[in-house]
């Protein structure tokens, strides 16, 4: 079992900058796959970005450049910095991480609110 606790969140303008942190607790020796998913009102749940356990990163078109995925050295905190943000980019935001040989465990933080005014 993994426990996630997210924070970071709120309320910013067109442009601005947030940092969302999502720290693990538990086993965290076993997690393969760390990342963000987001949820718009009235939208499916979508992937932000990830980063596997060998450090390669991967970025939903619509924040390729804009947003970076880290982690620190033992695995145990995830970091989504978010920059140039746009009023699209408003949603929940959802620390995921995946443990298990083939990661089909898959754990969710509670889930954090990042709004962006135009």
């Known amino acids: 079992q993994v426990h996630l606790v997210e924070s970071g969140g709120g309320l910013v303008q067109a442009g601005g900058s947030l940092r969302l942190s999502c720290a693990a607790s538990?086993?965290?020796?076993?997690?393969?796959?760390s990342g963000w998913y987001r949820q718009a009102p009235g939208k499916q749940r979508e992937l932000v970005a990830n980063i596997g356990s060998g450090g390669l990163t991967n970025y939903a078109d619509s924040v390729k450049g804009r947003f970076t995925n880290s982690r620190d050295n033992a695995k145990t905190t995830v970091y989504l910095e978010m920059n140039s943000l746009k009023p699209e980019d408003t949603a929940v935001y959802y620390c995921n991480v995946r443990t298990g040989w083939a990661s089909q465990y898959s754990y969710w933080g509670q889930g954090t609110q990042v709004t962006v005014s135009s």
């Open positions: 538990g086993s965290t020796y076993n997690i393969n796959l």
